[in-house]
């Protein structure tokens, strides 16, 4: 049977985290107000931590928002270290492409 060829991987797809976990968070919070009125009621049928598991999870959700935003901007400021370094090793003929995959 014929090997197919390998093809590299593809890069990672960037997605917005911020607002992916600020959404989540902001669920976990409108569900804990929804269910607050309800307490008397869930607790007599043996559901009385769901509030509480729901404001769990919005504070939580507040850490990981900490956590997003504080990675977002370390790779902002990585790669704009990156593109820094990249634009001061330039010299007047580089383009900065590798001398070995060059093609002149």
Known sequence: ????????????????????VGGG????????LALLPFQGTLSEH??????WICLSGGLLG?????YCRARRDAIARSRAAED???????????DGRNQATRSD
């Open 1 to 20: 049977m014929p090997k197919t060829p390998l093809h590299p991987s593809p890069p990672p797809l960037e997605a917005n985290d911020v607002a992916i």
């Open 25 to 32: 968070t902001v669920l976990w919070f409108v569900a804990f």
């Open 46 to 51: 043996g559901h009385g931590t769901w509030p």
């Open 62 to 66: 507040l850490i990981g928002l900490w």
């Open 84 to 94: 820094a370094g990249r634009t001061v090793g330039r010299t007047a003929g580089d």
